[in-house]
Structure formats: structure tokens, C-alpha cells
């Protein structure tokens, strides 16, 4: 078998990876590791993170010291790879609901399970120091993989919800005055966010719902980031950039019906206008990496199980010399999630948003050594702790936005994760 240096770098970890029997990715939140992350995309690919054996905070620059001196002894196998969730404002500062989860970051895994398919490898990053312990390592841990509960087919509770008061009135209100501030020229466009909540008989498994939200919601990316007591969870539809190669892939997602009225989105001029101002400011985020920016193509409905939105793919060819966490923030945050212009949609949130965004539309990020990588808007999920879930979502306002109707789309936006949390059909 051939090792290979990832960097020219002086040694200073070393992986090895064994194939083993493919499990549900989820099972492995039962693991015990802090931090844990998981990213599972559709048709069959997952990748769960265990202990990190390497950290990168966010903000610091190069993607690339995430890998200094390490040497893959598993070549054959998938490749190492680096999960992780960074906040939605650099910088902020957390409230309770956020506090532990923040400020997240991205994490070379100590031990990291990987699922392509029908097959499954079982991959530990150790300091070179202990590389001879990694063979007994990788054969310990067949064992201990093979003996895990099964946590993600664990029975989900009943769930109250607790009385909101006022906050749904404040909500329209806060659209009614961000309406107010585009009339007058200020912005294009702002989301709003707001929080709702339920509370479990009892404490659910983070692998049993989001095991569920992967069978409600099969065709997004699910995630998953776990400090301490508490996981940040979710079913998100929305790519932020995905680069393979040189090809560069992004989205606009912007418009939301329930899919039941999916046709009205084609027709709506609020939302043909909502769209089109995060297709143009995506394109104009990329421009600069990019050799090749084909014109857009025309929007289409893209349906999800409850709801349905307009989409936008946009495809590019990078220049060589683009670093992938470059694109993350080049492209972060969109006004999909932001609003246009970005600095007077913040300014206007810092006033009309009273609890801050921590992990919630940040990116969810996986990154490979061959520079690589997908990152997703951290959308649909869950705080969870003990009995308690809360979930943020948030509706984008621009002008002709009624705060009534913005309310309402929160809402369905809170069913679509409430639902699969209850496993409805």
C-alpha cells in the first residue's frame, strides 16, 4: 500500500482507513465524541465526524492548514475530510440557546465513518506519534461499530408547543416595518428570522429525527453538529457552493409555497422579483473566481415534501487558484438568507431581529484535501436539548410583502421539520 503526504509539510498526522459493513449514517450520533458532525446527502452519501483531530476556526483564512503534514496510509480509500458549521455573523455573540454550539468551526475528524453507496470505511487520524496503534485501533473499532444501538429507529414523543404570547404579532410587525424601509429606497430586500419551539414528553434520539427527516426529505442534505448537551440538526434544500474539480455548482432558492399551490410561484411577481435578486447576487459573488459564468437559465419549481420553491442552478468553471473556503465566503451570506444590499439588510436585522441567528443559515461545510468540497445553507433544522427542541426559520421580505402572508410562510417552514419529526405520511 502506498502512503501518501497530503502537504509538504514535516509529518505530523497520520490516517489509515478499513472498509466496513455500511450502517445508517445517524446511528453514529450515539457515539460518544465532542464535537461531532454529520453530513448526509442524498443517494447514499454521508460522511459523520467523531473528536476532532485538527481544528480550524472560523475566519481563519487558508482551508489548506486543515491538512499540513498529514499522511493518508489508506489511499484506496475514500479520502480524509473536514465537517463543520460556521455562524451566520462572524463574531456574534450567543444567547442560551446557542451557547456551546458557537462559534463552530471546521474539524479534521479523529475518527470519521464514510458511506458511498453500498459501501462504508471506518477512517482514524491519530499524531504520528501513535500511528503503530493504528491498526489494533481500526480493528477495535469493527467491533464497536457493529455492537451500536440502533438510536435512529428509537420511538419519537409526543411534543406540546409552547404558548408564543405575542412574538407572531411582533413578527408581522417587524415585516411591516421592513416593507416600510424598502418603500423608501433603503433596501431591495431583508429576511426576517424568528424562533418557534416545542417541548418532547421525552428527550427524542438527534439520530432518531434525523433519521426521520431523511425519510420525509430525501432529496436535501442532512446535517448534524453536537457540543456538550446540545445539537444543531436539519434538513436543508439549499446548496450554497459545491465545487468539484474546476466545475463550481450553486443554486438560487428563493420563493416558498406549500406544494399544494406550487404553480402560483411562476406566477407571482413578488416572487419572480425575490428570485431574481438572489440569482443576480449570486452570479456577481462568483464572477470574480470564475473563467466561465453561463447566462441563467429560467426558474423552475422544485418540489419538496410539503413545499415547494423556485430554483435557479448556476454553474461556473473556476480560476486555479480558488480556495474553497474563499467561495464560501465570497457567496455567504446570500440574500436568500441576508437580504440586498447586505450591510443595510444586516443594519436593519440588528434592529428588527431581537435574538441572534448563532449557527441558523450559516454554512454547513465539507471539505476534502484535493480542495473539494460542498457547503450548504444551515436551514429546516433544530436546537436540541434534553425535552427541548427550538427552531429558527426566517421569510424573505421585499417590497409588496405582507406580514400576515410572511408569517404564514414561517410557519409552513416550521411544519415541514415538525412533520418529520412526528413521521407523518
Known amino acids: ?19 466496513v459493513d455500511p450502517l445508517p449514517p445517524e446511528r453514529l450520533l450515539a457515539m460518544s465524541a465532542d464535537p461531532a458532525a454529520a453530513f448526509i446527502a442524498p443517494r447514499g452519501k454521508a460522511w459523520v465526524g467523531l473528536g476532532a483531530a485538527r481544528w480550524l476556526a472560523p475566519g481563519q483564512a487558508r482551508s489548506g492548514s486543515l491538512w499540513d503534514g498529514l499522511l493518508d496510509d489508506s489511499p484506496d480509500a475514500p479520502a480524509p475530510a473536514a465537517l463543520g458549521a460556521l455562524p451566520f455573523w462572524a463574531g456574534e455573540e450567543p444567547d442560551a440557546l446557542w451557547h ?7 474539524m479534521l475528524p479523529e475518527r470519521l465513518y464514510v458511506q458511498h453507496g453500498g459501501r462504508a470505511w471506518w477512517r482514524l487520524t491519530l499524531p504520528v506519534r501513535e500511528a503503530g496503534a493504528l491498526p489494533a485501533r481500526l480493528a477495535q473499532s469493527r467491533k464497536a461499530l457493529a455492537a451500536l444501538a440502533h438510536a435512529e429507529t428509537q420511538a419519537v414523543s409526543p411534543w406540546q408547543t409552547p404558548d408564543e404570547g405575542a412574538l407572531p404579532q411582533q413578527y408581522a410587525d417587524a415585516v411591516t416595518r421592513a416593507v416600510e424601509h424598502i418603500r423608501r429606497g433603503e433596501l431591495v430586500k431583508v429576511v426576517l428570522a424568528r424562533r418557534g419551539s416545542v417541548v418532547f414528553d421525552t428527550a427524542p434520539s438527534p439520530a432518531a429525527l434525523l433519521a426521520r427527516l431523511g425519510a420525509r426529505h430525501p ?24 465545487v468539484d474539480g474546476r466545475k463550481l455548482s450553486t443554486q438560487a432558492l428563493a420563493g416558498t409555497r406549500p406544494s399544494a399551490l406550487a404553480a402560483e410561484l411562476l406566477e407571482s411577481v413578488k416572487d419572480r422579483h425575490e428570485h431574481a435578486i438572489v440569482v443576480d447576487a449570486i452570479r456577481r459573488a462568483i464572477a470574480p473566481h470564475t473563467r466561465a459564468l453561463p447566462a441563467p437559465s429560467e426558474p423552475v419549481i422544485r418540489r419538496l415534501r410539503g413545499l415547494a420553491h423556485l430554483q435557479t442552478p448556476i454553474e461556473a468553471l473556476l480560476r486555479e487558484d480558488v480556495d474553497f473556503l474563499r467561495l464560501v465566503r465570497a457567496l455567504h451570506p446570500t440574500p436568500a438568507v441576508c437580504g440586498l444590499p447586505a450591510d443595510r439588510a444586516a443594519a436593519l436585522l440588528a434592529v428588527l431581529e431581537h435574538e441572534p441567528r448563532g449557527l441558523y443559515a450559516g454554512p454547513f461545510v465539507r471539505l476534502s484535501p484535493h480542495g473539494n468540497g460542498h457547503a450548504v445553507v444551515a436551514l429546516r433544522g433544530a436546537v436540541l436539548e434534553g425535552r427541548s427542541a427550538v427552531l429558527p426559520v426566517g421569510a424573505g421580505i421585499v417590497e409588496g410583502s405582507d406580514g400576515d402572508a410572511e408569517l404564514a410562510e414561517t410557519r409552513v417552514k416550521l411544519g415541514s421539520v415538525l412533520d418529520a419529526f412526528r413521521g407523518d405520511d
Open 100 to 106: 456551546g454550539l458557537m462559534p463552530g468551526g471546521l
Open 219 to 242: 432529496d436535501c442534505v442532512r446535517y448534524a453538529w453536537r457540543r456538550g448537551a446540545r445539537t444543531w440538526l436539519g434538513a436543508t434544500p439549499e446548496t450554497l457552493v459545491r
Open 1 to 19: 500500500m502506498n502512503a501518501a503526504l497530503l502537504t509538504d509539510c514535516a509529518l505530523q498526522l497520520c490516517s489509515a482507513a478499513t472498509e
